[in-house]
């Protein structure tokens, strides 16, 4: 089989468990499972079921909450510590940046340990001198490095950590929270590090809460929750999954209160929102697409036509208002027109239903999960009543930041 074609990493149904701690008999019985070679009874699985290849030149971005198991996953891969389940091969020199300084003596200056971890990283006294004037200038910490480690602070001390370890180029390089330290400069110069290495046929595997850094530097991403893979593939992909859900959970957080109430709340005698759907046409006119479910998800691509329609209920024959506000699925305020803004008159139906629709043309939305609401309101616009919302996602690409994308043009002044 051609070298090129396997994986440098590859992970086939890979766990890690750690023993629970337990007083008294269970102990004991911790200590007879592990001379039998069995899994203990009491255990926390902090990875389960992991299986992902990585190739020579791919870039992959972990991604997930605090706890989820990304740093246990990167240590397994760097070998420090052993899978309990699964496969896990490994080809090429592995390179990890788990704990920039860990193993530096504080007694000892910076040049001193210069030596001292080079040395551990199988170095002789000869090659870490040849490589000592390209670490010293990536630390820039100047005179400092004659000086003990102890009067550092913790950022010199990232600063010359990340300058040791990167002093030998690996095949694989695992970088932990990397970019999450140091200041604003030191991470740019990182960056530039990291793009070039990958620039030359090199392999990263890089954990950040950053989705800017994952997006920018990796093609491929896992995103880890609760110990296990829950989505796998393009870097841009899984990050806007992963911040979709991000935002909807504290959507949901802030809106408990608000949506139990509605549920018990007698609409019958009340303005309220009877129906909303929303439709899109797609750009080449052939079809159209429609949800008026609550647990569906609208997908839609940037930049077409979306529709808003429904009806709203009048308890007094009435003509009723209605708002319609756009939201991140975080609840983050993007839009909102009342339809008295617009001097529009919803049209008058049966049984007190008037009829509404609006039409946002080449939504100029960026990749995202996002709400829409409908709300009702009083003929004068002066209360508001129930709301429905329905979610949606953009898709496409794009590595602007914000909710929506202005036309704009560059000149050269």
Not at 64 to 72: P, W, Y
Request: charged residues 20%; negative net charge.
């Amino acid at each position: 089989m051609n070298d090129t074609l396997q994986p440098l990493i590859q992970l086939a149904g890979v766990g890690k468990s750690y023993p629970l701690v337990q007083k008294g008999g269970h102990q004991l019985a911790q200590v007879w499972s592990r001379l039998r070679g069995t899994e203990p009874s009491h255990v926390f699985k902090a990875l389960q079921d992991i299986s992902f290849d990585v190739y020579k030149g791919q870039s992959v971005g972990l991604v997930g909450v605090n706890g989820a198991g990304k740093s246990t996953l990167l240590k397994l891969i760097a070998g420090v510590v052993k899978p309990t389940a699964g496969r896990l091969e490994r080809r090429g020199r592995i390179g990890a940046l788990l704990e920039l300084g860990a193993g530096f003596h504080p007694d000892y200056t910076g040049r001193d340990n210069i030596f001292l971890a080079c040395a551990l990283m199988g170095l002789s006294h000869a090659d870490t001198q040849s490589r000592i004037d390209g670490i010293l200038a990536f630390a820039d910490i100047g005179e400092h490095i004659d000086q003990p480690l102890k009067h550092y602070s913790s950022g010199m001390v990232v600063r010359l950590g990340f300058a040791v370890a990167t002093s030998v180029v690996p095949d694989v390089l695992i970088t932990d929270e990397v970019l999450a330290v140091g200041d604003e400069s030191f991470q740019k110069k990182c960056i530039v590090w990291m793009e070039r290495f990958l620039d030359h046929g090199g392999t990263i595997l890089l954990c950040s809460h950053s989705m800017y850094h994952i997006q920018k530097l990796c093609q491929k991403a896992a995103w880890i929750d609760k110990g296990q893979l829950r989505m796998w593939g393009d870097a841009s992909d899984v990050t806007r999954s992963y911040l979709a859900w991000h935002e909807e959970s504290a959507r949901l957080d802030q809106n408990d209160a608000l949506d139990q109430a509605s549920l018990i709340a007698d609409k019958s005698g009340v303005y309220h929102v009877k129906e909303m759907s929303l439709h899109w046409l797609a750009q080449d006119k052939s079809s159209v697409m429609q949800i008026d479910s609550e647990k569906e998800l609208l997908e839609i691509q940037m930049g077409v036509d979306l529709s808003v329609r429904g009806r709203i209920f009048s308890p007094d024959g009435r003509v009723p208002q209605v708002t319609i506000g756009l939201v991140r699925a975080d609840g983050t305020p993007v839009y909102g027109v009342v339809s008295e803004m617009d001097t529009h008159v919803l049209a008058r139906g049966t049984d007190g239903l008037f009829g509404f629709q609006i039409d946002f043309h080449q939504l100029p939305l960026l990749p995202g999960r996002y709400v829409m609401r409908a709300h009702a309101m009083d003929p004068e616009g002066m209360r508001l009543f129930d709301h429905v919302e329905r979610s949606f996602e953009i898709t496409g690409e794009a590595r602007e930041m914000g909710f929506c994308r202005l036309n704009h043009t560059w000149q050269s002044v």
